[in-house]
Every structure is written in C-alpha cells, then in structure tokens.
Nanobody
Framework: QVQLVESGGGLVQYGGSLRLSCAAS????????MGWYRQAPGKERELVAGISTGGNTNYANAVKGRFTISMDNAKNTVYLQMNSLKPEDTAVYYC??????????????WGKGTLVTVSS
C-alpha cells in the first residue's frame, strides 16, 4: 500500500502565498509522476499542475505564472508553491501519484485533500 500525506493548506488573503507538500510512502518501487488537483464546491476535480520524475511540468492555464510545482525524488515528495492567490483558487487540493509497484505495474494514488481558502 501507498500513502500520500498532504500538508500546507489553510486560510490566506487575496494576493498571498501558500506552499503545499505531499509525501508518498509505502510499497514504492518508483514513481512515474506526481501532481496536484483541486475541486471547488459544485465543480469537478481539475488538474492544477503535474510533474514527472524527469522534471517535465504542466500547468492549468488558470495558474500559469502563479503556481510552481517541484519534486524531491529522493523523498518522494511533491510541492506546490502558490503565489498571488485569488478567491477562485479556493478549493480542496488533492495530491496524486502514479506509483510503480515492485510488480512493475503502475497504480494511481490520491491523498485525502487539503483545504485552501483565499479570502477577498
């Protein structure tokens, strides 16, 4: 089994910053990539940013230039630095990891989510 533990959410004012962290642990042979998704009330879950272990990144248009995703491969930890936060960034943020098991098969894992609230 693999566990993803997120931290760093909270309440911040418009224009402020937060840094989310997500550490993966358990039966991990390798990780193909990690990412952050978010789900606002009444909306579907959407990709915010993703990163491969090779360092390739992709971002949702809504966060480009404001958010930065990074990964510490040795610690199996992914970070999301969020700057210039807006009220529309308010959501539950979920960590995702594509994990390669010792069997060689890939599995998708999710964290429980961390709430980010941006006040105006």
């Amino acid at each position: 089994q693999v566990q993803l533990v997120e931290s760093g959410g909270g309440l911040v004012q418009y224009g402020g910053s937060l840094r989310l962290s997500c550490a993966a642990s358990g039966s991990i042979f390798d990780i193909s990539g990690m990412g952050w998704y978010r789900q606002a009330p009444g909306k579907e879950r959407e990709l915010v940013a993703g990163i491969s272990t090779g360092g390739n990144t992709n971002y949702a248009n809504a966060v480009k230039g404001r958010f930065t995703i990074s990964m510490d491969n040795a610690k199996n930890t992914v970070y999301l630095q969020m700057n210039s936060l807006k009220p529309e960034d308010t959501a539950v943020y979920y960590c995702n990891a594509v994990v390669v098991a010792f069997s060689g098969l890939e599995y998708d894992y999710w964290g429980k989510g961390t709430l980010v609230t941006v006040s105006s």
